[in-house]
């Protein structure tokens, strides 16, 4: 029935198809093979068995005969072929079953069992390495890495084709199973034995990648920062062209500085913005940078990333930027820079008036250390005109850096005035020193208009010296050298009344000044007030009492009594008087008057005590 089964064929006029004849015929073959079990040609047998069940579209069949006689005879010379073509109807089946994935499952099987019974056919590796593929696809990871590994050891080693893909095989199961540097290594060695052109490496070399990312994210997880850096850093080493190597860089920073070590994250993100300079985390760069040089007090660095954010950023940010980066630089002792951000930052925004004028403030400091005072007072008078057009902007900041400045400005102008040396002829050189007194008085007015206690107070001062000066500088002046003593006396006796005036307008200002401390208000200038009304009216002020240190100290206490006494501020008076009495004075005329004090106030009995 076999033979008339091949040689019938395709015959359509035949009076039995073939089909039917190749049905005939293995059922003999089966009938045999029951028959005669022990017969040495059984396998030979099987075999045809095989080919019958085939040819008539039995194929379950089929494979069942041909597995028989090739794995319970696997020394008979066709038990590769048989096993061999079981492969092959199984995957015919696979093709046309309803229950494809059982015949899939029964052909991964079936290949498995031909490459360890036939290892020596040289069919096996690539049966092997199809049948771990088959795994792979399957998600059995742990039987393809077993399959993939046995191809791996062959011996002789198979085609470079295959144990190409079983490297391929055994990295992608060892990285579903989260064994990523078993994964790393496969990948590795893949790439090694993949072609330049081949289509997998592009996808080869993004899995290597993620093994290695994946070992970064674990020792994150495990808290080791640093050694998560390290793995996020390999990426780059080794896998430069891939996608995620963005994301590792980055990573890398951010784990650098969980682990603490600020140099090495400052590294990384200078690194990153180098190499991703568009990148959108691009922009998050220069403020992490500034951050953690501050934290190393690496000032000039954090100022160069400051200049760097002053150049890109918004308006508000820039500003910010550019005025904390002269502070950098003058952290850093780079006094030039600093200078060159503060001046800029001062001409650019003359809004908000508050940073401006800090600003401006350090300008005039710096100059002022560098000795350059052109540029010093230049900065000084930037402030008083920035402060008085501030308008809502005005602080208490504003107004004393402002009157501070007015002050020096008007120190300027005192000492300007009072080198100034009355000279004959009088009447010249007196017009140049009254100008410049009514410009040094100007000065001093406007430092008085800001109205703080610790400006007002030296203003005031230096006011009630400027006429002081200019009444003894008159009295002092040069005398004309032809005069002849009655003339001599007359024209002295013309410069005591031109300067008397001027005493009385200093007296009339120091004693305001010193009525500041009837509010409580003694400073360094208050002092000097009453030190120069002592000079000016001895009797009155000149009194010296006792300090707590045993010096002597110009506090006219007496005076202040008295003054108190005449404005019916009783309280007041009664304390000058007690202090008066209590610092040691031994003049018994401040017991007198504070005597007549206490009988005025109706307290007899301790006027008769003092």
């Given amino acids: 029935y076999h033979a008339l089964a091949q040689e019938t064929g395709e015959d359509a006029a035949a009076d039995v198809p073939a089909e039917q004849l190749y049905a005939r015929a293995g059922d003999y073959y089966a009938l045999y093979i029951d028959s005669f079990p022990e017969d040495p040609e059984v396998p030979a047998v099987a075999y045809l068995l095989g080919e019958a069940r085939h040819a008539s579209g039995e194929l379950e069949l089929a494979v069942q005969a041909w597995e028989w006689m090739a794995y319970s005879n696997p020394q008979h010379s066709q038990a590769a072929e048989a096993a061999y073509a079981a492969l092959l109807s199984l995957e015919e089946m696979q093709r046309h079953s309803d229950e494809p994935a059982d015949v899939r499952r029964r052909r991964i099987d079936s290949g498995l069992s031909f490459a360890a019974t036939f290892a020596a056919d040289e069919r096996a590796p690539a049966v092997l390495g199809y049948t771990a593929t088959e795994l792979l696809q399957l998600g059995e990871y742990r039987r393809a890495i077993l399959a993939a590994g046995d191809l791996l050891s062959w011996q002789p080693a198979p085609a470079e084709a295959i144990t190409t893909s079983a490297l391929l095989v055994l990295g992608h199961s060892r990285f579903e199973l989260r064994q990523y540097a078993e994964a790393e290594r496969a990948y590795g060695r893949a790439l090694a034995a993949l072609p330049a052109v081949d289509d997998r490496r592009s996808s080869t070399v993004e899995r290597l990648a993620a093994s290695i990312y994946r070992q970064g994210e ?50 990384q993100l200078l690194e990153f913005r180098r190499h991703y300079p568009h990148h959108e985390l691009a922009d998050s760069i220069g403020p992490l940078l500034i951050e953690n040089y501050e934290q190393l007090g690496n000032w000039s660095a954090a100022a160069g990333e400051l200049d760097r954010l002053g150049e890109v950023t918004g308006d508000d940010t820039r500003r910010e930027a550019q005025y904390l980066a002269a502070e950098h630089y003058l952290r850093a002792g780079d006094t030039a820079l600093a200078i ?67 002050s020096v ?189 206490l009988r005025t106030q109706g307290r007899f009995d301790e006027a008769e005590q003092v």
């Avoid at 850096?229 to 190597?245: K, L, M, Y």
């Avoid at 994301?247 to 590294?267: I, P, Q, T, V």
């Avoid at 300067?499 to 009385?504: G, K």
């Avoid at 307008?505 to 007030?529: C, F, L, M, P, T």
């Fill in 409 to 597: 400005l008007a120190e300027d102008a005192w000492r300007e005035f009072a080198e100034i040396k009355l000279s004959h002829p009088l009447k010249k050189s007196l017009r140049g020193k009254k100008s410049a007194m009514q410009k040094a008085l100007a000065a001093c007015e406007q430092t008085n208009a800001y109205a703080l206690q610790e400006f007002s107070t030296q203003a005031t001062w230096r006011m009630g010296r400027i006429y002081q000066t200019l009444s003894a500088d008159l009295v002092d002046s040069e005398r004309p050298a032809n005069l002849d003593a009655l003339a001599l006396e007359q024209y002295e006796l013309l410069l005591e009344e031109q300067a008397y005036p001027f005493e009385e307008k200093a007296i009339d200002i120091h004693e305001s000044n010193a009525r500041r401390s009837w509010q409580g208000v003694y400073d360094r200038w208050v002092q000097a007030s009453f030190d120069a009304l002592g000079e000016m009216l001895p009797a009155r002020y000149g009194k010296t009492e006792s300090g707590s240190a045993g010096g002597e100290v110009h506090f006219p206490s007496l005076a202040l009594a008295l003054d108190n006494q005449q404005r019916a501020e009783t309280e007041r008076a009664d304390h000058w008087y007690r202090l008066s009495l209590d610092s040691g004075s031994p003049d018994p005329a401040a017991h007198n008057q504070y005597g007549i004090f």
């Fill in 340 to 406: 060159d951000r503060y001046r800029n930052y001062a001409h650019a925004w003359p809004q908000p008036v508050a940073p401006r004028m800090e600003a401006m403030n350090q300008l005039a400091l710096l100059y002022a250390e560098a000795g350059e005072t052109g540029k010093n007072r230049f900065w000084l008078r930037k402030m008083m005109v920035a402060h008085n057009g501030a308008g809502g902007e005005q602080s208490a900041r504003t107004r004393f850096l402002a009157a501070s400045s007015s």
């Fill in 218 to 267: 674990a020792a994150l997880a495990a808290g080791d920062f640093a050694a998560a850096a390290g793995q996020f850093q390999r990426v780059a080493e080794s896998a430069p062209q891939s996608s995620i190597r963005v994301n590792a860089d980055y990573d890398a920073a951010d784990a650098w500085l969980r682990a603490g070590d600020l140099a090495a994250a400052n590294r």
